[in-house]
């Protein structure tokens, strides 16, 4: 595993971040963002792994700078990863990217996407949809608005797991919403979920949602607003090895913008 943290300048679109060189075929990237704007114009980031030794994170506008947080995880065998990116993705048309056979029941999707606008709403959120071993369906709401710029996609295959993909809707006026695993998972603490979701129309900040792993058997989906509805895809991934999953809450007060959680004690580079 290899981590650190990276900014996008006020004025600047894009950032590279140079890494200790990797198998692209055997890496994958996951990371976060943080930005004091409204606009998706300016806090939507797309990142990817470029090349063997680039990360490059990328948005459309360039106003106010962008905090990322990167981690890119290197395996030496039993997965295999896919990356792509696919350009001016339409509204309210399935776009179907053809990829190398996978097993759909090892397999999940990361995706991060770049956007312009200045209201976050049906045009800016997504789904990225295993529908079959050779297709990936992408997928945006809107019947007003831009295409998404780009669409960056990362197709992990691991061998030591086992994927089920479920869906779900959280309908306008509704704060929470379920999705039931079928069959259930054998263990929580070897799982967890990755989950995408479109948006029916025009949100603000409390209307977007969070998906939780809450037993064997079931995704929530939970929300403070209660505007538009949102339609998810969510992949539950569960280790076979011994690999091993540690989850948990925190709040945040007000007037606080960052806090430590302790956890179990956990190797930093493996």
């Known amino acids: 595993k290899q981590s650190g943290t990276t900014t996008i300048a006020n004025s600047s679109t894009t950032v590279s971040v140079t890494i200790t060189g990797v198998d692209m075929s055997q ?32 948005r459309t506008g360039n106003t106010g700078t962008v905090s ?24 309210n048309t399935n776009v179907d990217v053809a990829i190398n056979c996978i097993d ?33 369906r992408l997928f945006i709401q809107g019947a007003a608005g831009a295409n998404m710029e780009e669409v960056y996609w990362q197709i992990v295959e691991y061998q030591a797991a086992t994927v089920q993909k479920v869906t779900g809707t959280l309908a306008a006026g509704s704060a929470t919403a379920t999705s039931t695993i079928s069959p259930a998972i054998s263990n929580l603490a070897k799982a967890f979920v990755v989950s995408n979701h479109t948006i029916s129309g025009d949100v603000n900040p409390d209307d977007l949602p969070r998906t939780e792993l809450t037993n064997t058997t079931t995704v929530t989906y939970t929300r403070v607003g209660t505007t538009e509805a949102m339609n998810f895809v969510t992949y539950v991934v569960e280790f076979t090895d011994q690999s091993s999953v540690v989850r948990g809450t925190q709040n945040f007060a007000s007037t606080v913008t960052s806090q430590n959680v302790s956890i179990t004690a956990a190797s930093s580079s493996g």
């Open 27 to 58: 890496s994958f990237l996951v990371f976060s963002s943080t930005h004091n704007d409204t606009s998706p114009t300016n806090f939507q980031i797309g990142g990817e792994i470029t090349n063997s030794t680039t990360l490059s994170f990328e």
């Open 68 to 91: 990322i947080s990167w981690q890119v995880f290197e395996f030496e065998g039993g997965v295999s990863v896919q990356h792509g990116s696919t350009l001016n993705v339409a509204r």
């Open 104 to 136: 759909l029941t090892k397999s999940f999707v990361l995706v991060s996407a770049r956007k312009s606008g200045a209201q976050l709403g049906s045009d800016d959120g997504i789904t990225a949809n295993l529908t079959s071993s050779t297709n990936l």
